[in-house]
């Protein structure tokens, strides 16, 4: 059975569950609303403590939780457009994607507040960073509808805030049954390759380099390019040397020519390359330069392409465990 038959089969359950209970995932107490319709609850978002449905009907998603509340096949009437994920879809999401009409585009000022009134909905979820709020004219959009943000804080973070955003839309059980097959699957890699890589030191080529200013991406434990594979045992060592938040806490951006110091002690490397497995020119740049080739983790021959580094929910990072147990295979035949 599928994950995704899997959570059709236990949405039911989950939802009866949820009012026979009479209190949300949170461990709010739910209540009748005023009108005596549906049941409510009282839910902990980034912009404070907000009553919403127990069973949302018609739900709005915009940044991250757009990807998250698709693959949970929550109620959806509306989304921002989400251009960076659609590599990652399955083509059923995809094709859901298509289908929704898109009321807000890639940045949050990109907010069309007449197309969401239009989509009559009974839950606006809002995933995006909680600085970038500031874009978004909240009040307006409490008229329309219950607004609960919940945006992304450092990249690891996906785990969690995707958790909250399918709590949010009545979706609990579906993802819990992603999240069940992921661990299942990076349980299978860290068995698998557990030996081959309990004795390396890895580093991490991202994929946000400026080639305008010839500084490369370097990512440490936790980021984007790291977090997925760590769940595989992977060990990425050293620190960034000034956190600046969010994704500057677990990344920085040393010059091209500090490769050797950067990277000269990683047993091994990984790094980035887009879905059709070519580097995108800001890695290039760095696999061109004959410091990389004179990285002791080169010569061994011990560098790995990792896609899909960017995953954001349970579903779409089985995709970057796949890519990581292909780039990892040669390390079995030595």
């Known amino acids: 059975m599928s994950v995704?038959?899997?959570?059709?089969?236990?949405v039911a359950a989950a939802l009866a569950l949820a009012v026979l209970t009479g209190c949300g995932s949170d461990g709010a107490e739910t209540a009748a609303t005023s009108g005596g319709g549906s049941e409510t609850r009282v839910f902990a978002a980034d912009n404070g403590e907000i009553s919403i449905p127990v069973d949302p009907k018609r739900v709005v998603a915009t940044g991250y939780a757009?990807?998250?509340?698709?693959?949970?096949?929550?109620?959806?009437?509306?989304?921002?457009?989400?251009?960076?994920?659609?590599?990652?879809?399955?083509?059923?999401?995809?094709?859901?994607?298509?289908?929704?009409?898109?009321?807000?585009?890639e940045a949050a000022a990109e907010t069309n507040y007449e197309a969401i009134a239009a989509a009559k909905p009974d839950l606006i979820v809002i995933g995006v960073p909680k600085p970038v709020l500031g874009d978004i004219d909240m009040k307006r959009l409490e008229s329309?509808?219950?607004?609960?943000?919940?945006?992304?804080?450092?990249?690891?973070?996906?785990?969690?805030?995707?958790?909250?955003?399918?709590?949010?839309?009545?979706?609990?059980?579906?993802?819990?049954?992603?999240?069940?097959?992921?661990?299942?699957?990076?349980?299978?890699?860290?068995?698998?390759?557990?030996t081959a890589l309990a004795s390396l030191k890895f580093g991490h080529v991202g994929s946000y380099g400026d080639i305008s200013k010839g500084t490369f991406q370097r990512e440490f434990a936790k980021a984007w390019g790291t977090n997925i594979a760590q769940d595989a045992g992977v060990t990425y060592y050293g620190e960034v040397k000034e956190k600046g938040g969010g994704g500057r806490d677990v990344s920085e951006y040393p010059a091209l020519e500090e490769l050797p110091e950067s990277l000269g002690e990683a047993d091994a490397i990984t790094y980035t390359v887009q879905p059709d497995g070519t580097p995108a020119e800001a890695v290039k740049q760095v696999l061109d330069s004959a410091l990389w080739k004179n990285l002791p983790a080169v010569k061994a021959g011990r560098v790995f392409p990792i896609q899909y580094t960017e995953a954001a929910t349970y579903e779409s990072a089985l995709k970057t465990l796949d890519s990581i147990d292909r780039a990892f295979a040669p390390l079995l035949t030595r």
Do not use: C, N
């Open 144 to 194: 329309i509808a219950p607004v609960v943000a919940i945006g992304p804080t450092v990249p690891d973070a996906w785990r969690e805030l995707s958790r909250r955003q399918s709590d949010a839309a009545g979706r609990t059980e579906h993802f819990q049954a992603a999240k069940d097959a992921y661990e299942k699957k990076a349980g299978e890699l860290k068995a698998k390759y557990g």
């Open 4 to 10: 995704r038959q899997h959570r059709r089969l236990t």
């Open 66 to 105: 757009v990807p998250v509340l698709i693959e949970a096949d929550a109620a959806l009437v509306g989304i921002s457009t989400w251009k960076r994920g659609l590599a990652m879809m399955t083509e059923q999401d995809r094709a859901t994607y298509d289908r929704l009409s898109k009321v807000a585009g």
